[in-house]
């Protein structure tokens, strides 16, 4: 615990990561034996978040993450985007394309911030708040980067891998090789897998709270591979000072 921190707080907030880190629904003893903490101890906590609202008790007399986060997701979404939004403006401005911040919210990709130029103005897929599947997108690859393949398969088994264009990956196999590859090379794209004629390279973000990425899409017209090499680096750039500012407001 932090020193001068309250311990009940830490304790009660310990017991929420560990929550969220394992699925979002766990037993008394399961959560008494991922957090370290005493049965007691955590007995009465989760009594208390679930007064609050920020944890429930399912039927199978399991505990669930509770619906009074959302708010603090939502807000704290919003903070995110405004932090990255200084260093996503400065990217724009040099590569003269979209850049987009997405987050990983159970098996999905939600976008949480974008940038248009100012010239080149493509409308892309894109927007913010919007959903989608890992699986056809870079900034998805990118955030899966560092997963387990058995992890990986098990996400792509219960999202499913539908054809969004003739060059969306839709085996497992053929995904854990593309990850394989941007692994190597360092970034993640999208050769069209998502939007016809979209050409996306991403990054993931360091050091963020949870998996994000930050990526810059446009026409394959303009996005070239030489386009992309110069991308890559700057995407790098602007998310190691994003992850830095996202780890200086968690202290």
């Known amino acids: 615990m932090p020193k001068g921190g309250v311990q009940s707080i830490d304790r009660a907030f310990a017991i929420l990561e560990t929550l969220a880190e394992s699925g979002g629904v766990m037993g008394l003893s399961q959560l008494a034996e991922r957090s370290g903490l005493p049965l007691a101890t955590i007995h009465r906590l989760v009594r208390t978040l679930v007064d609050l609202g920020y944890l429930r008790q399912e039927e199978s007399r399991q505990y669930s993450l509770g619906p009074r ?14 932090w990255a939004h200084p260093h996503m403006l400065a990217a724009v401005e040099d590569l003269g394309e979209s ?11 939600v976008y949480i911030a974008q940038v248009q130029p100012s010239k080149n103005f493509m409308r892309m897929f894109t927007e913010v708040g919007r959903r989608t599947l890992p699986h056809s997108t870079a900034v998805g690859k990118a955030m899966l980067l560092d997963t387990d393949p058995g992890t990986v398969r098990s996400l792509l088994s219960r999202t499913g891998m539908p054809q969004r264009t003739e060059h969306t990956l839709t085996t497992p196999d053929a995904f854990l090789a593309a990850l394989d590859v941007a692994r190597e090379r360092g970034y993640a ?11 996306c390279v ?14 810059m899409s446009g026409p394959t017209t303009r996005v070239t591979d030489a386009a992309v090499d110069e991308a890559a ?3 790098q750039e602007a998310a190691r000072l994003i992850g830095a500012d996202l780890s200086y407001a968690g202290r």
């Open 233 to 235: 680096a700057r995407l």
């Open 99 to 109: 850049v987009n911040l997405a987050m990983m919210d159970g098996d999905e990709v």
């Open 189 to 199: 794209l999208d050769e069209g897998e998502q939007e016809v004629g979209v050409r």
């Open 202 to 215: 991403a990054v993931a973000v360091p050091d963020a709270p949870r998996p994000m990425a930050l990526s």
């Open 69 to 82: 986060l959302m708010r603090l997701a939502d807000a704290a979404s919003k903070r995110v985007a405004a």
